[in-house]
């Protein structure tokens, strides 16, 4: 993949950062900014290995495309993000361009929108809850998966226990349980 290195200014981030909210996903930025949000560095550790040369890698739900980025760095040959949301694929590149990185973003819909190739890495986080039938989703990751597939599922949240009328204390033992 070809990286080339951010021809933004210090100035051009700091305004960009001052007039957009990126603030779901912490993403570090040249001159030592960052997006703010949720650190994923850990899971991005735990999910990608060290060295993508010649991979490709898919991330379902891209959002700002922190975990695009990551694999890019990582030295992917090929990233594609995808989300359903126009404003998250327009940051998201925002972003890219910022950072220097060949990453492409695409506003598709998995369950609507065809998508006809096939990935070493498919990384869908935290996506399956909001899906209309997550398990054909599943059996689709599947087949557009060569090497390895990522599901990252949601845990039980407050409004959920509400909505499922789960107890307080049975809560507090099920959102510290693997999911």
């Given at each position: ?31 030592g900014l960052q997006t703010g949000g949720e650190?994923r560095s850990t899971t991005a550790r735990a999910i990608l290995p060290d ?129």
């Amino acid at each position: 993949m070809s990286n080339s290195e951010s021809t933004w200014s210090k100035a051009e981030i700091e305004d960009l950062l001052a007039r957009e909210n990126f603030k779901y996903q912490n993403i570090t930025l040249p001159y030592g900014l960052q997006t703010g949000g949720e650190d994923r560095s850990t899971t991005a550790r735990a999910i990608l290995p060290d060295d993508l040369s010649g991979e490709s890698v898919l991330d379902i739900g891209s959002n700002f495309g922190f975990f695009c980025f990551e694999a890019a760095k990582r030295g992917a040959t090929r990233v594609l993000g995808i989300d359903v949301d126009p404003e998250n694929i327009r940051k998201a590149r925002l972003l890219a361009d910022c950072l220097g990185l060949n990453v492409e973003f695409a506003l598709l819909d998995f369950e609507v929108d065809s998508l006809n190739e096939q990935f070493d890495h498919v990384l869908c986080l935290n996506v399956l809850h909001h899906l209309r039938n997550p398990l054909a989703s599943i059996e689709r990751l599947i087949e557009m998966t060569t090497g390895r597939l990522v599901l990252e599922v949601a845990g039980l949240g407050n409004h959920d226990r509400r909505k499922l009328g789960v107890p307080f204390f049975r809560y507090l033992s099920l959102r510290s349980s693997p999911v």
